[in-house]
């Protein structure tokens, strides 16, 4: 029989509820007389109504202008979280005040809104008046979380300030990288740039220790021995592998996929650059190159991005593109994507994107193409030379639609796909993708509204690499706890302002810039004395031993320890009462009572073996109207001990046991 815990004084429901009525309607007659005496009827705000059924930690914050009926503001969270007496009586470094405030983690978008920065942390955000050492009024302001840049490559001592003028705080080399971590990070520490800065395992430059050609396949020894430096580089600090297929077309499926199991094991996605980037090409389409990149998210389990999609994967072909990823996450495939805010794209003309044929594929010809820092448009004289000096061209080949399409999707984020190099001979994305995104696409254009291109452009890149990144947990949000990494920008003026003749131009608008606490950007002007990006790097723990045991009725199972919590296997509900359901898509283990049943991942009385990952995959238990957070030990499922007592459970501590009754 389960010895469930319930409630006590059950036995006395009846009476108690039949007490706490007439409490009620003694409360609500005393209510009704003094308002009916010296109430104001006209303002909703002296409605007690408004108060009693007001959001916890907002009462009384509706919108009394409106004449807006107490239950619908009762109804609705504006995002606000409430503030405590310390916070709003601490005396804060900075204060910036009076801004519109978005935190799309929890969908806040106010105005009159102030946050307090203590060093290199948020103290609060709240509507509450604060006390700070220096107060920066952003009246008429957006204030967001800073700007994440996952799609750009080595944070070089030029480009880096111009990402900082277009608000980005953590520029991280996904699209590219490195395979000597240590080093890389090693080298940028001593730099010192004013942006964050991380990187991925580059496959392309691992291939290059072997030198192969980009038609070559590499041979499964190679295969081996790079097998070995990628995972030595995630546990270095790799935020995740990358590919570029277009660009080494000898890549094959037998490389890609021991790399894929490996993405897998350790928590980390992989994005790619597809193999095709048209709808002409006589070796595959943009539904080759979708198919591929889904498909290895498929057999793997490993989440899987497509890099600028506008350009690669879904140009010509952008409802149908988009409609495949829709159909992966139906499926239960973690897939993202994203694109730069521009209807040309650049390479470089000595890349084998310009194949013969390149003029059918991308249906455009010399005229064109145009060569970036300069005005010049390209004959197929010129071509040829600047194709022999490896010059990289812009290319007016991709439909505004698709660039729209794009920006519409739930799943596609914002990357520029270029930092600002030495002699300019960059793309205009180096310097305004950001504020584009949002003065064009948002302002001019109302593709989407500002507070979802803040998502896109800051919490969306966090959220792609975070599960494994404890440091990016913190960024991308504006909240008590987060990192000082924060834009300020004036909405009615922000854009961009670099051009293909001129990629070097910084972005208007942007006001103010903090990288951890500190003003990287002020008064729209880069400060170039601060230097405080650190560096993200993913991080592992493995499994060191057991933190004591749970004891249930007859049966012990083992306590890991994970950062600040203890949790045990999930699978012990089993064995007590209790069905699991497990749902691909969202997840989601959905307990249930029922019939007692064995473990089907493991026995949850065997401890796991040392050295295992634990790992966030960002799986949840669900009991009725409470869920835990989850931790995963090889194909093992762990939930927080203390989820017990959400159950309705008592847990007695007695140090490294835990008793359930």
Same mark, same amino acid.
């Not at 503030?83 to 519109?100: E, P």
């Not at 060093?119 to 006390?131: A, K, M, R």
């Not at 060191?544 to 012990?572: C, F, I, M």
């Given at each position: ?71 619908? =503001? ?8 409430? +503030? /405590? ?9 900075? *204060? ?22 203590? @060093? ?52 991280? +080399? ?48 190679? =295969? ?19 590919? $570029? ?5 000898? !890549? ?42 889904? #498909? ?9 991005? !497509? #890099? ?16 495949? !990823?829709?159909?992966?996450? +139906? ?20 890349? &084998? ?16 193409? %145009?060569?970036?820092? =300069? ?11 600047? %194709? ?63 507070? #979802? ?17 404890? &440091? ?36 208007? @608008?942007?006001?103010?810039?903090? *990288? ?13 004395? /601060? ?11 493995? *499994? ?36 699991? +359901? ?7 283990? =959905? ?8 473990? $089907? ?33 090889? #194909? ?8 017990? %007592? ?16």
């Amino acid at each position: 029989m389960v010895n469930r815990r319930r409630p006590t004084g059950a036995g006395n429901r009846p009476m108690r509820v039949f007490l706490a009525f007439a409490v009620v309607l003694v409360v609500a007659a005393g209510i009704y007389m003094t308002t009916s005496l010296f109430g104001d009827s006209d303002n909703p705000g002296t409605d007690p109504n408004t108060i009693a059924e007001g959001n916890e930690g907002n009462e009384g914050k509706g919108n009394k202008d409106e004449g807006v009926e107490p239950e619908e =503001t009762a109804a609705e969270w504006d995002g606000e979280e409430e +503030a /405590t007496a310390a916070q709003l009586s601490q005396v804060y470094d900075i *204060v910036i005040s009076n801004g519109r405030v978005i935190n799309p983690e929890n969908n806040l978008d106010k105005e009159g809104m102030n946050i307090g920065i203590l @060093g290199d942390t948020i103290g609060v955000v709240t509507s509450e008046p604060l006390q700070g050492e220096r107060v920066i009024d952003a009246s008429g302001l957006v204030v967001a979380p800073g700007f994440i840049d996952n799609l750009s490559y080595d944070p070089n001592p030029l480009g880096v300030w111009n990402k900082i003028a277009d608000g980005v705080t953590t520029n991280n +080399a996904m699209h590219g990288g490195t395979t000597t971590h240590n080093s890389w990070y090693a080298h940028y520490e001593r730099d010192r740039p004013p942006v964050h800065f991380g990187a991925s395992y580059f496959y392309t430059q691992a291939r290059n220790q072997f030198k192969l050609g980009r038609y070559e396949e590499a041979k499964p020894e190679h =295969t081996a021995e790079m097998l070995k430096q990628a995972e030595e580089a995630l546990n270095n600090g790799s935020l995740g592998l990358s590919f $570029s297929f277009e660009y080494v077309p000898g !890549i094959t499926v037998e490389e890609v996929m021991p790399f894929m199991h490996l993405a897998h094991e350790y928590n980390v996605p992989v994005f790619f650059h597809g193999r095709y980037s048209s709808m002409e090409g006589s070796d595959g389409d943009n539904f080759d190159t979708m198919r591929e990149i889904i #498909d290895y998210g498929r057999e793997s389990g490993a989440a899987v991005h !497509i #890099d600028h999609i506008n350009s690669t994967g879904g140009t010509f072909s952008m409802p149908e593109s988009l409609a495949m !990823i829709d159909e992966a996450l +139906a499926e239960g495939i973690d897939v993202t994507a994203c694109i730069y805010p521009y209807n040309f794209w650049g390479t470089y003309l000595n890349s &084998a994107r310009f194949d013969e044929g390149w003029q059918e594929r991308f249906r455009i010809s010399y005229e064109d193409l %145009q060569i970036a820092g =300069t005005s010049e448009r390209l004959t197929e004289e010129s071509f040829r030379q600047y %194709q022999r000096e490896g010059k990289l061209a812009v290319a007016y080949a991709i439909p505004e639609e698709d660039v729209v399409l794009s920006f519409q999707h739930p799943s596609v984020m914002i990357g520029s796909d270029a930092i600002l190099e030495p002699g300019h001979n960059n793309h205009p994305r180096a310097s305004g993708t950001f504020a584009r995104s949002i003065g064009k696409y948002v302002r001019e254009d109302q593709v989407v509204d500002l507070p #979802d291109m803040i998502a896109k452009l800051s919490l969306m890149p966090a959220q792609r690499l975070e599960k494994q990144v404890p &440091a990016l947990q913190k960024k991308g949000r504006l909240a008590a706890g987060m990192d000082a990494d924060i834009v300020i920008f004036d909405f009615d003026t922000i854009i961009d302002r670099s051009t293909v003749e001129q990629p070097e131009l910084e972005s208007a @608008g942007i006001e103010y810039v903090f *990288v951890e606490g500190e003003l990287a950007l002020e008064n729209g002007e880069v400060n170039r004395s /601060t230097r405080l990006g650190k560096p993200i790097r993913s991080e592992f723990v493995r *499994v060191e031993g057991t933190a004591g045991s749970v004891v249930w009725e007859d049966a012990s199972y083992p306590v890991v320890h994970y950062r600040d919590l203890n949790y045990v296997d999930l699978d012990a509900l089993k064995g007590h009462g209790y069905d699991l +359901a497990w749902d691909k898509v969202a997840r989601t283990f =959905t307990i249930t009572e029922g019939e007692t049943a064995a473990g $089907s991942a493991g026995d949850p009385g065997a401890a796991p073996e040392n050295g295992q990952l634990m790992l966030e995959r960002g799986y949840k238990a669900v009991f009725g109207d409470t869920e835990a957070e989850l931790i995963s030990i090889g #194909d093992r499922a762990y939930m927080p001990i203390q989820y017990l %007592q959400e159950l309705g459970y008592t847990l007695s501590d007695e140090g490294d046991a835990w008793t359930v009754e």
